[in-house]
């Protein structure tokens, strides 16, 4: 393969991952709160039986790891943003052909 075409998996390819990981949980999250929310108008008792399993520790803890997943996914698409449209935004490193 030429040189530079092979990708080692640094820093960028984890964020690159955990940035479509946290997109795809933030969906869920959101196609799962419009359903229970649309469950009011069906059936409020349903309703109410799913909301109560929403007040256990591990929902509770869930949120957290929702709070987490929508920071890291906004500031890194703040950084991917810059990247794209500032100048210097990508590092400019020298390549060393040399071992």
């Known amino acids: 393969?030429?040189?530079?075409?092979?990708?080692?998996?640094?820093?960028?390819?984890?964020s690159w991952v955990a940035h479509r990981v946290t997109g795809v949980l933030i969906f869920f999250f959101l196609f799962v709160h419009v359903l229970d929310t649309a469950l009011v108008r069906v059936s409020p008792e349903a309703y109410d039986k799913v909301v109560a399993t929403y007040k256990t520790p591990i929902v509770a803890l869930l949120e957290y790891g929702l709070v987490a997943a929508i920071l890291f996914h906004a500031l890194n698409g703040l950084r991917v943003i810059?990247?794209?449209?500032?100048?210097?935004?990508?590092?400019?490193?020298?390549?060393?052909?040399?071992?």
């Not at 990508?90 to 071992?99: D, L, N, Q, V, Y």
């Open 1 to 14: 393969m030429p040189a530079g075409t092979l990708y080692r998996g640094r820093e960028g390819m984890w």
């Open 82 to 99: 810059a990247v794209d449209f500032w100048s210097k935004g990508p590092a400019t490193r020298s390549r060393c052909s040399g071992p």
